[in-house]
């Protein structure tokens, strides 16, 4: 069975500084690993997604995540914080047998500080 | 585009009633529509998994006469909870993968806040 841990339920970092979510899996196959932000009464919105290839993957607004398979991480990063990124951010695993189902972490919401 | 909306965006209801929620892809044909429900401060749980004219398929340990879900179609899913109570309080959200795309990529709806009374 895979899972999703996300540490740090709450994280909070000033405008302008680095932005560092972290997210540990564990999957008994290489998995597709997947980060996805939910702004207020919105759905959530894919960031990015890492399936084979390149182990850093960028995604929108600024953001890159780097899968890192021996420590069973996937930690979301960005160098400079803006308040628009305040947000509840999911880490999300699913297997790649062609799986379309994700199991996802309990999220981490991000607050900027002016 | 690969917008996905949910009708009613809250709703709260009497004990023993049935609440119907809509889940609709506006702008893509959806080839699968996902059932998530999530507590507060916990992880989204994924309950079925339905194809558009096929029965859904349940997760272990959801009720599938409880949460009845129905796929008319290429572009809208429902998920009825019958005869509601307290316990069935959460917010559900629904996400769809769209035809012609590969399918590791899901747009989730905004979800439905359900508050049984």
């Known amino acids: 069975a895979q899972s999703v841990t996300q540490l740090g339920s709450h994280v909070s970092v000033s405008e302008g500084a680095l932005v560092l979510l972290r997210c540990n899996y564990s999957?008994?196959?290489?998995?597709?690993l997947f980060w996805y932000v939910q702004y207020p009464n919105q759905g959530l919105q894919l960031l990015l997604k890492y399936t084979t290839g390149a182990t850093l993957v960028k995604g929108i607004n600024g953001f890159e995540a780097e899968f890192k398979k021996s420590e069973t991480s996937f930690h979301l990063t960005k160098p400079s914080a803006h308040m628009s990124d305040a947000a509840e951010y999911f880490c999300a695993v699913s297997d790649d047998f062609g799986n379309e189902k994700l199991t996802f972490g309990t999220g981490t919401r991000l607050t900027i500080i002016p | 585009g690969a917008v996905v909306s949910q009708h009613p965006s809250w709703v709260i209801c009497k004990s023993g009633t049935s609440v119907k929620i809509e889940c609709r892809s506006l702008?893509?044909?959806?080839?699968?529509m996902f059932w998530y429900r999530q507590f507060p401060k916990q992880s989204l749980m994924l309950m079925a998994t339905?194809?558009?004219?096929?029965?859904?398929?349940?997760e272990q340990g959801v009720e599938k006469d409880k949460f009845l879900i129905n796929h008319a179609s290429l572009t809208l899913s429902t998920l009825t909870v019958t005869s509601a109570h307290p316990e069935d309080s959460s917010f559900y959200i629904c996400s769809a993968t769209r035809l012609g795309e590969g399918t590791d990529t899901q747009y989730f709806g905004p979800g439905t806040r359900l508050t049984v009374l």
């Open positions: 702008d893509f044909q959806a080839t699968t």
């Open positions: 999957s008994s196959v290489p998995p597709y």
């Open positions: 339905s194809n558009e004219g096929s029965k859904a398929t349940y």
